[in-house]
Structure formats: C-alpha cells, structure tokens
C-alpha cells in the first residue's frame, strides 16, 4: 500500500475566470479570410464549468478534437475582415478535491494497449530510446503494479529532474510509456487566489504536469515540477487546488484541422488567415476566488 500524505484542502474552491482575446493587425484586403481557435476550460474529475459566457461578434462552433478529446471553441470569419476581433470568454469553475485511495491493491493491469495507443505512443519530447527503457525498468526494479512503478519513476524524477515543467514531465512521460504505462502532458494555469473583496489577479501564467493512467483508480495527475521547484513530495496523484487543466496531450491536430503544422500543446488562442499562421494574437486572463465552499469527506 502506498502511503500518502493530503495535498490539497477537502473543500470546493470557486473560481471566476476571464479570458480575454483581441485577434489583432488582420488585413484589409479581401478577398481574404480567417479561421481561429481557443482553448475552452474542460471538465475533468477534479474540475467542473459550472458556467461559461462567450461574448463573440460573429459566429462559432463549440468542438471536441478526435484524438485527445480537448475542447474548443472555433470561428471561421469571412473577408473582408475587420481590423481587430475581440473575444471574451467568462468562466465559474470548481476546482474539486482529489480524493483518491492510492492502494496498489485498488490497481489491475492494462488489458488493451489499443484504448491507450495515443498516450503509448510517439510524440515531441517523448524518448523511446532503449537507453530509457533499460533506466525505467532499473529504477522500478521488482515492483510488478502499475501505481508501485509510477511511484517509483515519480521519486527517480523528483531527485533528477529540473525545475522545467516541459523537461521534467518529458522526462516523467517517457519513462512511464517505456514500461507501458499510459501518460500524458497537461498544460493549464495556476491561478493566484485573490478573495471577492480584492481586485481581479491577472493568472501567474501556464503550468505544465503529468497524468499517468492507473486502471480501477483512472487518470492520476503528477505535478512533479512544483515538487522539484518547492521540495514537496506529496503531489503524487495530486495538485494544488489552484492549478486549472485547459487541455491534455502534445502535437495537437485541432478541430477542423488547421493548414499549419500540429501545436505542440494547446493553451493559447491559435489563428491562421487565408491558411497562414497569423501571430498578432493578445490574451489577458484574470482570476478570482470565489467565497462558495463545500466540504468534501475523506470517508
């Protein structure tokens, strides 16, 4: 049985959440046009949009991608364009606490590689080398179960890794899918917590972790960065309450797909006119912490 220590509060914490966007310099002359995407703020076991306002002029569709399954909004807009297109995105999420038992007792094996070949596979930043192969299995040693294994690579990353959040959850992600265990690179914000009574804070900007896939628990996150960068061990299959997930997975092929190559992840506002990547793209996100909170049992 692994022993672990709580991270976070037992408590629901309510945030309200601004993502402001201008698509900016577009071009007068037409015939031309434009297409554009923006990460929406998923659900996901330790998270929930309890509402979410778009204020957009012009039309747009609301889309899940096929492969990761991230959501987004998308906007096809016809020439001539106007010189700027502004997008407000309003958002309340509840940040849920992770409650998870972690006895190895609780975890099977996987059974088909076939429902995980996108999180066994190659992607950006993701070594199959042998060399890590032979590391990953020296470091776990006899340990047989999934969750025991993952602990393991976990610690080898705390005492080796950087404080670099793409370096250090590569490093967690290659070694996992070495051994077959399913993970992913997450990218989303980590919010300061700013009360009602206090002006809006401006989001401390992205925050990258891992999540590893242990069968009879689910997707199990890694923040093993945070830990390296503040010398905490305990967020092994949990995260600060005031990290929020925007999307999952790397060399992301968005919905429909844009002319330009796959995005190694998918945090920001990504726009293209008349199939080129346009880059004059602004975006302010502020956040508060809302007063409404529940309590959740560890019984």
Request: with cysteine; proline share 5%; net charge negative.
């Amino acid at each position: 049985m692994l022993d672990r220590k709580s991270a976070t509060s037992t408590e629901v914490k309510q945030y309200e959440i601004r993502d402001r966007i201008i698509i900016h310099k577009l071009p007068l002359a037409s015939p031309t046009f434009l297409n554009f995407w923006c990460p929406i703020i998923p659900d996901l076991p330790y998270q929930r949009v309890t509402d979410l306002q778009v204020d957009l002029y012009h039309s747009y569709n609301l889309i899940h991608e096929k492969e990761h399954g991230n959501f987004m909004l998308y906007s096809h807009v016809e020439g001539p364009l106007p010189r700027e297109i502004h997008l407000e995105l309003r958002y309340h999420v509840e940040r849920l606490p992770l409650l998870y038992s972690l006895e190895s007792e609780r975890v099977g094996e996987i059974r088909s590689r076939l429902l995980f070949s996108r999180h066994l596979s190659f992607e950006r930043h993701v070594d199959e080398s042998p060399r890590v192969k032979e590391l990953a299995e020296l470091i776990v040693g006899d340990r047989a179960n999934i969750l025991e294994k993952a602990r393991r690579l976990y610690d080898y990353v705390l005492e080796n890794g950087t404080q670099s959040s793409e370096d250090v959850h590569a490093l967690f992600v290659s070694l996992c899918r070495s051994l077959n265990i399913p993970a992913r690179f997450v990218v989303g914000e980590e919010l300061d917590t700013f009360s009602e009574e206090e002006s809006d804070s401006i989001s401390s900007g992205y925050h990258a972790w891992a999540e590893f896939f242990a069968p009879g628990i689910g997707w199990l996150p890694v923040d093993a960065s945070y830990s390296c960068k503040y010398k905490k061990s305990y967020l092994f299959g949990n995260l600060p309450s005031n990290h929020i997930a925007w999307s999952v997975g790397r060399d992301i092929l968005l919905q429909p797909p844009q002319t330009g190559g796959r995005l190694l992840f998918f945090m920001a506002p990504y726009a293209e006119v008349a199939g080129n990547v346009h880059r004059h793209v602004f975006r302010k996100i502020t956040s508060r912490e809302l007063s409404f909170s529940q309590t959740f049992s560890n019984a």
